[in-house]
């Protein structure tokens, strides 16, 4: 059974954070930090479990190294067709050198959108698009 609710006792404000997987801390942080440009966020708490968090503008993505429930084989070759979280960009073609220059597949938005999809070294699947404004 699902419970509904109404959207006048809907307080949610934001997300703030996307957990993902991993096997490496090390290698996570080589990928999140040194390809994507993303920051270490050492306010967030040590937990009884090794990982790692990012900052994501005011949010974050934490990396947990936990076993996987998951399976890392099959995944669709496609991201969008994945679970996956969804970050924005100012300049998604400096993101697409980047990608390029450390030799990460990504693949392109299949709506048309200035949007790409790639995955991390855990096969976590990752959308960039590219921000309107």
């Known amino acids: 059974r699902f419970l509904l609710m109404s959207s006048q006792s809907n307080s949610f404000i934001g997300i703030d954070h996307h ?23 050492c306010s967030r708490p040590e937990l009884s479990f090794e990982g790692i968090w990012f900052k994501v503008g005011a949010q974050a993505i934490h990396c947990l190294r936990l076993k996987n429930p998951d399976p890392v084989t099959g995944r669709p070759v496609h991201g969008g067709r994945d679970r996956h979280v969804c970050l924005v960009t100012g300049d998604i073609n400096a993101l697409i050198d980047r990608l390029e220059q450390f030799y990460v597949e990504y693949t392109r938005s299949q709506s048309g959108r200035l949007a790409i999809f790639f995955r991390d070294p855990d096969g976590n699947a990752i959308e960039v698009k590219q921000s309107a404004a």
Do not use: A, M, T
């Open 19 to 41: 957990s993902v997987i991993i096997e490496e801390v090390e290698r996570s942080r080589h990928f999140y930090q040194d390809v994507l440009g993303l920051e270490v966020d």
